[in-house]
């Protein structure tokens, strides 16, 4: 599975394992039932022998820290290029197991830890704060699973999916019905990063890196807001300023978010400021999320139709790049020149990068 | 006295707990390949990489000096010569088989890679490194690694 994603991505590139200078990997221990996976995967699969091969996990996050870490290496003038490879194979262990391990014993492991439950509270918390019904939510699955069917690399496939199918789904926590959460994937994702000499050996097409925007943060059990994610509003906000982005909706073309569940989009779009607090499911009915909107959201299917967990947030940073290269088949938007790519996950955090299609800065 | 005093009042404060870890290892149409032909036929099977010609015993999807996928099967010999060993003395619940017995890095003929195995000789005064050895297949294959049950002297 990952042999597959490094060989495409190395072919793509016309590159030979020979030609790449190092390696990142991002998988999560103990989430498929085994450690150290560096062991596993970081030399065959990868192809590392005798490279330096650096592996990251940061839980969900995980692939946008990756994906970060790759533009750091290379904007640092350390590595000429680098391969970026994340993957998860959810279907062999439990990643709940894996995620209890790193909550507190005594407050967190009985009750809220994994990611089920918080998410589930959060959407709670989010719904009756600004009156959000649970068809409004229904609508992102359904909008989300249908642009999953133009995607070959989605996972679910449900393109016929209905809001009264979502609504009806089995109750998994509430308010999260099965169809409000994302499934539980196996995949791998693998990008090559070059410097501007490089990149002209590879492509005359390629993706360029804007900026990129981190926001870490905890709750120790719930000491601190647990909706409204302020790491996407805090995140968002600096890389904007950053890049002179005074109205994302506008000066966005494109956006890949990482939605856990269909309420996630909504709040994640308030606070990546695409609208105003509450209003999520106005700008969704607008239609300016959907597919021929003006700023369209998950493309891809977004992490409702997949979420192979190591991979899922790289996956938005390629979907981004996917997209400024005009590469996206049945799910290209016509003319995009900047994309943003979002990973969630960690302890609410959020890790942003926008992409374009031109080398010099935004404005 | 007043060590273990302190050791008591600690040992209020800790937590202890127990987290399960259930998992399934999709072992692959490779190992499906060699315990299958080890338990039927008494067949040791390695793979060759088109790129490198170094046949791997045991068998693997990719060759990590080459990046190329070995898809082309090879029968090595049964015998093979020991390459390094140790010989197990202390027993404890989880060995195959009763100590005293030997794991030996073994290098089957026809193979490139060695092959970790058991080495069944009981006195440690017979085995050297060099010495050639054949594997003892079970008689009745349960579709494990053990199903060859050691290799004995030869």
Redesign the interface.
């Known amino acids: 599975m990952i042999?597959e994603a490094v060989k495409m991505a190395l072919d793509d590139a016309q590159m030979?394992?020979k030609d790449v200078d190092a390696i990142l990997i991002g998988n999560m221990d103990?989430f498929?039932?085994?450690n150290f996976s560096e062991m596993w995967c970081g030399?065959?699969?990868a192809?590392g022998?005798l490279k330096p091969v650096v592996k990251i996990a940061t839980g969900g996050t995980t692939g946008s820290s990756l994906g970060i870490c790759g533009y750091y290496n290379i904007a640092s003038g350390f590595y000429k290029n680098i391969l970026v490879v994340g993957w998860e194979?959810l279907?062999?262990?439990?990643a709940t197991?894996g995620i209890?391990?790193a909550f507190d014993?005594?407050w967190e492991?009985p009750s809220l830890a994994g990611a089920l439950g918080p998410l589930a509270l959060m959407a709670n918390i989010y719904a009756v704060k600004y009156g959000i019904s649970s068809e409004q939510a229904a609508k992102v699955t359904v909008k989300n699973r249908r642009n999953a069917a133009n995607n070959p690399f989605a996972h679910v496939q449900m393109p016929n999916i209905t809001i009264d199918d979502v609504m009806n789904s089995q109750m998994i926590s509430y308010p999260l019905r099965l169809h409000d959460c994302c499934p539980q994937s196996e995949g791998a994702c693998a990008l090559i990063y070059a410097n501007e000499e490089e990149t002209k050996k590879i492509t005359d097409n390629p993706a360029w890196f804007k900026g990129v925007s981190t926001a870490h943060y905890y709750t120790f059990g719930c000491d601190d807001l647990m909706f409204d994610l302020p790491t996407a509003a805090i995140a968002s906000k600096k890389i904007y300023k950053k890049l002179g982005i005074k109205d994302p909706v506008k000066d966005l073309d494109v956006a890949e978010i990482y939605e856990p569940t269909s309420w996630s989009e909504l709040s994640w779009t308030e606070s990546l400021g695409f609208c105003g607090r509450g209003e999520g499911g106005k700008l969704l009915d607008e239609g300016i999320t959907q597919m021929s909107g003006e700023l369209p959201v998950n493309p891809s299917g977004g992490v409702l139709s997949s979420n192979p967990i190591g991979a899922t947030a790289l996956v938005r940073f390629a979907e981004a790049a996917i997209q400024i290269m005009g590469r996206g088949g049945k799910r290209q938007i016509p003319d995009v020149e900047t994309a943003m790519g979002m990973g969630f996950g960690g302890s609410l955090w959020t890790e942003l990068a926008i992409l374009g299609k031109d080398p010099k800065p935004l404005r | 006295m007043e060590g273990e005093k302190m050791n008591e009042e600690l040992e209020k404060k800790v937590f202890r707990g127990r987290i399960k870890v259930p998992y399934k290892h999709t072992a692959g149409a490779y190992v499906e390949k060699f315990i299958t032909e080890i338990g039927k036929n008494n067949k040791i099977m390695g793979v060759k990489c088109p790129k490198c010609n170094k046949v791997f015993v045991p068998p693997k999807m990719i060759c990590f000096k080459c990046f190329e996928k070995m898809e082309e099967w090879v029968e090595v010999s049964k015998q093979g010569t020991v390459k390094g060993f140790t010989v197990i003395s202390h027993s404890t619940p989880v060995l195959p088989l009763k100590p005293p017995f030997a794991y030996g890095i073994i290098t089957l003929d026809g193979a490139d890679t060695d092959f970790v195995h058991i080495i069944n000789e009981s006195d440690p005064k017979n085995l050297r490194v060099g010495m050639r050895v054949e594997a003892v297949f079970k008689e009745k294959p349960r579709k494990r690694i053990l199903d060859i049950e050691y290799f004995k002297p030869i």
């Open positions: 042999y030979e394992p103990h498929e039932g085994i030399i065959d699969a192809p022998y194979k279907n062999e262990g439990g197991t209890i391990t014993p005594v492991r």
